[in-house]
């Protein structure tokens, strides 16, 4: 009986001695972790720019129909405006979409998400594309 007793107290003072972690194991761990955060916080920046181009696709896109709404009741695209749009044929649009290049047949829709742009030139072209609409000044906020 005491022979075991005084095995368990040395196995017992064994682990005592190697209980927790070792500076450089802590150190380890935090660079890993580092490392870790920093790949995900570069992916997420990524992935916030192609969410901006793509919905500044869809604002311009979505207008589409509203335009054409204007154009079969106007018999042109000339003095279109987002207000006239909201009022008339969708309440919905995007408050970045602006007008330019308006004439009889010809119309340029853009749209602002983020630092992301994009524009139909239309009618001929009914596609998203990047940038402002040729001729435009950049937006500022």
Request: net charge negative.
């Given at each position: 009986?005491?022979?075991?007793?005084?095995?368990?107290?040395?196995?017992?003072a064994?682990?005592?001695?190697?209980?927790?972690?070792?500076?450089?194991?802590?150190?380890?761990?935090?660079?890993?972790?580092?490392?870790?955060?920093t790949?995900?916080?570069?992916?997420?920046?990524?992935?916030?720019?192609?969410?901006?181009?793509?919905?500044?696709?869809?604002?311009?896109?979505?207008?589409?129909?509203?335009?054409?709404?204007?154009?079969?009741?106007?018999?042109?695209?000339?003095?279109?405006?987002?207000?006239?749009?909201?009022?008339?044929?969708?309440?919905?649009?995007?408050?970045?979409?602006?007008?330019?290049?308006?004439?009889?047949?010809?119309y340029?829709?853009?749209?602002?998400?983020?630092?992301?742009?994009?524009?139909?030139?239309?009618?001929?072209?009914?596609?998203?594309?990047?940038?402002?609409?040729?001729?435009?000044?950049?937006?500022?906020?």
């Open positions: 009986m005491i022979r075991s007793m005084n095995g368990l107290r040395q196995r017992l064994t682990h005592q001695s190697e209980a927790g972690f070792t500076l450089i194991e802590l150190l380890i761990v935090a660079v890993v972790l580092g490392l870790l955060a790949a995900g916080l570069a992916s997420y920046v990524g992935l916030k720019e192609r969410a901006g181009d793509v919905a500044a696709r869809v604002a311009v896109r979505e207008a589409l129909p509203a335009v054409e709404a204007y154009f079969a009741d106007n018999g042109t695209y000339a003095g279109m405006s987002l207000g006239a749009l909201e009022a008339e044929y969708d309440a919905g649009l995007d408050g970045s979409l602006a007008f330019s290049n308006l004439s009889v047949r010809t340029c829709v853009s749209a602002v998400s983020g630092k992301q742009t994009a524009h139909i030139a239309g009618p001929d072209d009914p596609q998203p594309q990047d940038g402002l609409c040729p001729g435009e000044s950049p937006r500022t906020s």
